[in-house]
């Protein structure tokens, strides 16, 4: 168990404007339904529909829009959506995994591809840099859910593996079969978590300086507004003298 700062390869995931709020209910909405339709429409009794329900809520989504979605899991003109997982390579060499839920396999594809290509990446085969990463559930807290000390002595008495800590949060680890034990656990001791997902963590990260940096941010976001993507994960690490760069 080790507490350190939160890594800098997720730091695309953060500082979501209002601008693209409803595009992010379009895909948490998109989540419910698939959760839905392969389990049952209670999420007392469907694990995965009880997490996505709390991560939308966890993003403020209403509660009408939550119902529609579950609703449209049963009925009869609910599309059909695919599971799929991407990866290659960005700028760098730094590795990513794309995460998409879609209708159209062969659209999701060709514009995942045009994205890679277009911003000095390259798609590769499915296994190609999974075996970078580890799949972890990862719980997020708000920073004012408690100090670092509190935070880790609750994550170390629910039987977590880790927690990374900085002025944005608290961001619990566990493995991917005790997640949701973990959860349930912490929540008793520091209330409910603003998210509780199963991630992509890398094993190791790639250093990269602020001109590979921007564009591989470009790739990140362009791959993250496709509405058929749900989630971006990547191995970068970056200087704090360089990402200050970019933000700039």
């Known amino acids: 168990m080790a507490g350190h700062s939160h890594a800098k390869n997720i730091m695309h995931r953060k500082g979501k404007s209002d601008a693209i709020r409803s595009k992010i209910f ?25 997490l996505a329900i709390t991560n939308a809520r966890a993003q403020s989504m209403p509660k009408d829009n939550i119902e529609r979605a ?47 290509s277009k911003n000095g990446g390259a798609l590769g085969e499915t296994g190609s840099v999974g ?10 807290y708000p920073a004012t859910a408690g100090s670092e000390d509190k935070v880790m002595e609750a994550a170390i008495e629910a039987g977590a593996d880790d927690v990374e800590s900085d002025e944005e949060g608290h961001y619990i680890y566990t493995s991917f079969e005790g997640m949701a034990e973990v959860a349930a656990a912490l929540e008793k001791v520091l209330g409910e978590a603003e998210s509780v997902k199963a991630i992509w963590k890398p ?23 496709d509405d058929d993507v749900q989630n971006v994960y990547s191995n970068f690490d970056m200087s704090d003298e360089d990402a200050a760069k970019l933000d700039a």
Do not use: C, H
Not at 27 to 49: C, H, S, W, Y
Not at 205 to 220: F, N, Q, S, Y
């Open 70 to 116: 579950v609703k449209k899991a049963s009925g009869g003109d609910a599309e059909n959506y695919d599971e799929i997982r991407y990866e290659g390579y960005g700028p760098g060499g730094v590795a990513v995994i794309v995460e998409a839920l879609t209708d159209n396999r062969n659209r999701t594809a060709s514009n995942v591809r045009s994205y890679f």
């Open 203 to 225: 094993q190791n990260v790639t250093p990269i300086d602020a001109e590979k940096g921007a564009t591989l941010m470009k790739l990140i976001n362009t791959l993250e507004e």
């Open 26 to 50: 379009s895909k948490l909405a998109r989540e419910i339904t698939v959760a839905a339709k392969m389990g049952q429409p209670d999420p007392a009794f469907n694990p995965r529909l009880r």
């Open 131 to 140: 075996f970078m990463f580890d799949r972890v559930g990862e719980i997020t």
